[in-house]
């Protein structure tokens, strides 16, 4: 078996113990860390949403190999990051309202703070008055971006930017994205970007901002 199909059986598995030596000796193999994530961890929580979604498992399986994914992601985060220091401003986001999944949104976040944003994270579960603080204390912020894993929280995705929108603050660009999100849904919402994962939700923060 493959070091990628170990990593991807451990995230499956919830095997959060193992996880971290099997990284680590992955990238002292050479392998690449996108590949790492992307073969590896991400196909894997592919994997395990199809199972929950036949009944297979179910949330408590989710919750574990969550866990392992995080503790994996952990281990990637400084090969992830680009060491450059161009700071391209400051980037607001969070997981809206009604919504606790936040593996992708570290990820995303994780990206764009490789381009060179500051990152500041409001968690999972983010409460629209709770977004708009945030813009109030940060004046300077360049980029807001909102996730959304649900299909039951696009409407609190759609009440967040729309609050934002009409809130009169200034100065910022507003991206959502999360599975259930689509270019056409952005566009109705009237935000500035969408983008499907992690890489491209990079390169639009720095072309939103540019
Ligand atoms: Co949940 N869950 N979950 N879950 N969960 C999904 C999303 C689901 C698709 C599973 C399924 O049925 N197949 C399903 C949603 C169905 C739907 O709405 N259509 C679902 C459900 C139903 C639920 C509950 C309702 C289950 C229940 O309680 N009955 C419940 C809801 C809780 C809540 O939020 N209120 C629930 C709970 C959970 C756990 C807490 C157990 C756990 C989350 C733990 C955590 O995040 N800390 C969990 C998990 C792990 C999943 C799956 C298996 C994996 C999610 C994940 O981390 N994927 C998921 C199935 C799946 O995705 N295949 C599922 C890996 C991650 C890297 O991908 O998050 O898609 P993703 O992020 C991507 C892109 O979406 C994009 O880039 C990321 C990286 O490439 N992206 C952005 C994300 N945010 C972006 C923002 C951007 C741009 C791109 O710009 C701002």
Redesign the pocket.
């Known amino acids: 078996m493959s070091k990628i199909e170990e990593i991807a059986l451990a995230v499956q598995g919830g095997k959060a113990k193992i996880i971290e030596g099997l990284v680590t000796e992955a990238l002292n193999e050479g392998i690449d860390p996108i590949k790492i994530l992307n073969e590896g961890?991400?196909s894997a929580?592919?994997i395990?949403?199809?199972k929950?979604?036949k009944s297979e498992i179910f949330?408590?399986e989710?919750?574990v190999?969550?866990r392992a994914?995080?503790k994996g992601m952990a281990v990637l985060q400084p090969k992830l990051a680009d060491k450059e220091n161009v700071s391209l401003g400051k980037c607001i986001?969070g997981?809206v309202h009604?919504?606790?999944?936040?593996?992708?949104?570290n990820?995303?976040a994780l990206m764009i703070e490789s381009t060179g944003f500051e990152i500041i994270d409001l968690g999972?579960?983010v409460a629209v008055d709770k977004f708009i603080e945030a813009i109030k204390e940060h004046p300077d912020v360049k980029l807001v971006?909102?996730?959304?894993?649900?299909?039951?929280?696009m409407p609190a995705l759609q009440e967040t930017a729309t609050a934002i929108k009409g809130s009169g603050l200034k100065g910022f660009k507003l991206?959502?994205?999360?599975?259930?999100?689509t270019q056409e849904f952005a566009d109705q919402i009237g935000v500035e970007?969408?983008?499907?994962?992690?890489?491209?939700?990079a390169q639009?923060a720095k072309r939103l901002c540019a």
């Open positions: 961890m991400i929580m592919g395990v949403g199809e929950f979604q949330v408590p989710m919750l190999a969550a994914m995080k986001i997981t009604g919504d606790l999944h936040d593996i992708g949104k990820l995303v999972v579960d971006a909102l996730s959304c894993l649900l299909t039951t929280t991206m959502v994205g999360g599975a259930p999100i970007g969408y983008s499907p994962d992690a890489a491209s939700a639009l």
